[in-house]
Every structure is written in C-alpha cells, then in structure tokens.
C-alpha cells in the first residue's frame, strides 16, 4: 500500500487530497491558505507527514487542451516540489473546481471558498482520477490525461 497526496494549486488557497492505493479512495483536507506566499515549504512538509510516495497536481488546461498562465503556475508548482525531492505528476483538471461545486450543492454543502472547502473537494476529484486510471481496465473505459512532471 502506498499513499498519494493531490493538490490543486490556485493563486489564494491550495486544495488538498489524501488517499491510499489500497482502498483507491480520495479523502479532502483542510486547504493551504495563503498560496501567494512561498507554501513550499509548508506543502513538502504535509506530503512527507501523509507520507505519501506519490504527489499529483492539477493541470489547468483551457478546455481546448491548452495552457495559460494558470497551467505555468501549476507546473512551476510542480517543478519546485520535484526539486525538493518529491514524486510528482500532473493530471489535466478541466471542470474539477466546476464538478465538485455541483457535487457539493446536490449535497446541500454550501463550500465557503475562503476556508478552501470547494479547492480541496476539486483536489479529491483530481486525486480520484489519478487513482481510477491505474485500476486494471474494464468495459472499456479511458484513463485521463496524464504527464510527468520535472
């Protein structure tokens, strides 16, 4: 059993997701706030805490696959986690923040965005993902877009 930590990487808060590759699901955690200052530190420090071999982040991709300034953000994000050592990839993320936004209002959860709720359920949709593609393949389903980060 190995864990995987995800995280959804915005300019005021960074989502949070936790799971092990036993039970293949996604568990959020309380957001990093404050993600306009150096959070590093502070990310690197939670990945080593959950323990997790493994840390996957969100790639915001406009949704004709390309990337702007959110997905340099991301991947900058990603390639100083790497250099501190940490396994990174990246995962395509179009529509999480949208989907788990409806998710929550079905669930008649009212996600306060300064505490982070609605950017750590879009870090657990990431993360599920992540877990779903490396399940051994039935009925023909597709893994999502994945990369390798550093």
Do not use: C
């Amino acid at each position: 059993m190995s864990r995987v930590i995800a995280f959804d990487h915005g300019t005021r808060r960074i989502g949070v997701a936790v799971a092990d590759t036993e039970t293949g699901q996604a568990f959020s955690r309380p957001a990093i706030l404050g993600a306009r200052g150096d959070v590093i530190g502070p990310v690197v420090a939670l990945a080593r805490a959950e323990r997790a071999d493994q840390v996957v982040v969100g790639l915001p991709r406009n949704m004709d696959g390309s990337e702007g300034s959110q997905a340099a953000a991301a991947r900058a994000f990603a390639d100083r986690l790497v250099a501190a050592g940490l396994n990174v990839t990246l995962i395509d993320e179009r529509l999480t923040s949208w989907e788990a936004g409806e998710r929550l209002a079905a669930a008649g959860a009212r996600p306060k965005r300064r505490r982070g709720d609605l950017d750590s359920a879009a870090a657990r949709l990431i993360l599920q993902d992540y877990l779903d593609a490396r399940r051994p393949p039935h009925s023909g389903a597709q893994a999502p877009d994945q990369q390798e980060a550093g």
